[in-house]
């Protein structure tokens, strides 16, 4: 049996626990699971959208106390926090009012019957493995969807968030979601894989690490089940050219300390041709150095703690690695003294394809800077690693910005923004980030069974 604990990385004070699931109530989570899907796949389409729709209005009537308790969590700043809240709360939404038109039966071309008609089903109860770094935005992404299809879910989230993981599951079920349609269950990896190996469970949708990625893929295809994988990343930004270099480095700085740094989609690679390299490391560099480190419910804070002092310590040591095997640190990368998982925002330079740097991820407050000659020379860098989440080109020239853009090897490529996330946007990397999409209409399209109804006269 696990426990899930709260411990404030800002005061480093566990403040709650929270019983584990019993290795004996597994078997019956996944049949009350199957029975809820058996009511739920026949409620009509309509109403399920409504509940989604009033799912919606609840995040946003009760924004401040959902947002505390990620910052008591994990440590993301208030702002932060509420717009990660209002986030969730446009997911739920727009799949309240496109969903019914997404799961709507198409017709094809007869090809010689009387009609060819394609439905989209539910295929039955889900679990859902979700990580601390975005702790609501994460379980819409996979929840809003496969409600609206008529699937239920089991939904395991990370440790440290068993307090939010509660209030999520309290704002579905007075939305008039059935309890057992959406469970929240704090188990351990092991009764992932026990849950997976039940008949009744039908597919898992996980977000986290490579090495949780693998298990749960692993237990999946072992038992013959549908999973989506959304994994890590190390993203390029491409910057060509630029006539504001101020307020391109200004966009940089905010796109990577943003959540403290842990975010899969953050840009981590800066890559930049030389007759902008000094002046971008210089600018990156100062505006590092402004960032406010401290108490993430303060709202002059830029950035908050890592969600663990163990996270903050790991991040240290790779930025240390890095300066061992011959990186130029510029500013910041050391753990900041006192209570709490704060690091101060690290610049690195000089990385090269020995040092393990080069190829991982630092999940934190790490911007490394590459310099190039071309804009050939930056794909051929930006490809070079085994992720493909996302990454960015930035230029004045957005013909030019096309080009390149089109040549990386990402789920996700933007020009002139970076990690951008809209309801209505498909979600997804390949390679090591992962596989399978979620948002829009393509987060509706995992875990269904796109059936085939065919009519002849007889």
């Given at each position: 049996m696990s426990t899930y604990v709260t411990t404030n990385p800002a005061t480093g004070t566990t403040e709650q626990e929270f019983p584990g699931l019993a290795d004996e109530q597994i078997p019956e989570v996944a049949e009350r699971s199957a029975e809820a899907f058996e009511r739920w796949r026949l409620t009509p389409v309509t109403e399920r959208a409504a509940a989604l729709a009033r799912t919606a209005d609840l995040y946003e009537q009760r924004s401040t106390e959902l947002a505390a308790a990620i910052t008591r969590e994990m440590g993301k700043p208030t702002e932060q926090a509420v717009g990660e809240v209002q986030l969730a709360a446009a997911i739920y939404r727009w799949y309240a009012e496109n969903g019914p038109d997404l799961v709507a039966p198409e017709q094809l071309d007869p090809q010689g019957a009387d009609e060819s008609l394609v439905q989209k089903l539910p295929i039955g109860p889900l679990v859902g493995v979700?990580?601390?770094?975005?702790?609501?935005?994460?379980?819409?992404?996979?929840?809003?969807?496969?409600?609206?299809?008529?699937?239920?879910?089991?939904?395991?989230?990370?440790?440290?968030?068993?307090?939010?993981?509660?209030?999520?599951?309290?704002?579905?079920?007075?939305?008039?979601?059935?309890?057992?349609?959406y469970i929240n269950v704090y188990a351990s990896a092991g009764q992932v894989a026990e849950l997976l190996a039940h008949p009744a469970i039908r597919g898992v949708s996980l977000t986290g690490s490579e090495r949780a990625g693998a298990a749960v893929a692993t237990e999946a295809a072992k038992?013959?089940?549908?999973?989506?994988?959304?994994?890590?990343?190390?993203?390029?930004?491409?910057?060509?050219?630029?006539?504001?270099?101020?307020?391109?480095?200004?966009?940089?700085?905010?796109?990577?300390?943003?959540?403290?740094?842990?975010?899969?989609?953050?840009?981590?690679?800066?890559?930049?041709?030389?007759?902008?390299?000094?002046?971008?490391?210089?600018?990156?560099?100062?505006?590092?150095?402004?960032?406010?480190?401290?108490?993430?419910?303060?709202?002059?804070?830029?950035?908050?703690?890592?969600?663990?002092?163990?996270?903050?310590?790991?991040?240290?040591?790779?930025?240390?690695?890095?300066?061992?095997?011959?990186?130029?640190?510029?500013?910041?990368?050391?753990?900041?003294?006192?209570?709490?998982?704060?690091?101060?925002?690290?610049?690195?330079?000089?990385?090269?394809?020995?040092?393990?740097a080069y190829s991982e991820e630092i999940f934190g407050p790490a911007a490394m800077v590459y310099k190039v000659s071309s804009a050939d020379e930056a794909v051929r860098l930006a490809n070079d690693v085994e992720f493909g989440l996302s990454g960015s080109v930035w230029s004045t020239d957005t013909a030019r910005a096309a080009e390149v853009a089109d040549r990386l090897d990402v789920g996700m490529a933007y020009i002139n923004e970076h990690g951008t996330t809209l309801p209505g946007l498909p979600f997804g990397g390949v390679n090591h980030s992962g596989y399978g999409r979620e948002l829009g209409r393509w987060g509706a399209g995992e875990f269904v069974n796109t059936k085939l109804r065919r009519t002849s006269a007889h």
């Open positions: 979700m990580p601390w770094n975005y702790p609501y935005y994460q379980v819409a992404r996979f929840a809003a969807p496969n409600l609206l299809l008529g699937n239920t879910i089991i939904l395991k989230h990370a440790s440290i968030c068993a307090a939010s993981s509660r209030l999520m599951a309290d704002v579905l079920h007075d939305s008039s979601v059935p309890e057992d349609a038992n013959l089940k549908k999973s989506v994988l959304e994994l890590g990343g190390s993203d390029p930004f491409i910057l060509l050219d630029t006539e504001d270099m101020a307020k391109t480095v200004r966009t940089a700085a905010r796109a990577r300390l943003s959540n403290a740094g842990q975010a899969c989609n953050s840009p981590k690679r800066f890559i930049v041709v030389d007759d902008l390299y000094d002046d971008f490391v210089r600018g990156l560099v100062d505006e590092f150095d402004r960032a406010v480190v401290g108490d993430p419910s303060d709202p002059d804070t830029d950035v908050g703690p890592l969600s663990s002092v163990s996270a903050r310590d790991t991040v240290a040591e790779q930025i240390s690695t890095a300066v061992r095997q011959g990186a130029t640190l510029h500013t910041g990368g050391s753990p900041i003294e006192g209570d709490g998982a704060f690091l101060r925002p690290a610049v690195l330079t000089g990385i090269t394809p020995e040092m393990a």
